[in-house]
């Protein structure tokens, strides 16, 4: 036989906010398992930009979905370089959130993020790397307009990007 007893959570230092673990005791009181909603840290899916891709050098969006097993909001940190570089303190629960960060230095980076829910369990996400570079999609809303075509070309022009990258952009471009 099997009871469950909920214990204050005086009894354990882990715990705050008097909530209580969940402790399955048999008849011979050995304990079973336990049961601490409240000690489960947020996960985090990073969905883009994806690892090893590149981004532009005028805006980069950091986008990721942070789920917790009880909390409607998390705290969630993007880290650049592993630096703290901002914080949402109010992230919904399984949302899509987005981190728009601006002029970022050209070269290769590393991004990922910390969510921390109201119990204070965090979690880090896995680490990406990116490489910030000259991008027709400047303002990274997946297509290519005319003024982004003509400053690509200008880009181009001066040398910066390669035949390659310009007929690519004009391909992103006629695709609307
Ligand atoms: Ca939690
Ligand atoms: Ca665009």
Known sequence: MIYDIYLPSSTYNHITNNKVCKIYYTETNIIQGNDCPYQTPPTMTLNSPENNSQVSNIN?????TA?????PSISCSLYLDSALNRTN???????TT????SKLGFGNHSWNVNCTDTDGNSN???RRTITVGYVADADNN???DDFELLAYISTWASGKVSDFDLLSAIDQWAKG
């Open 60 to 64: 980069a969006t950091f986008n990721f």
């Open 67 to 71: 789920i917790d097993n009880i909390d």
């Open 89 to 95: 303190s109010s992230v919904y629960n399984g949302s």
């Open 98 to 101: 987005f981190f728009v960060v």
């Open 124 to 126: 880090m996400s896995e």
């Open 142 to 144: 997946g297509k290519v």
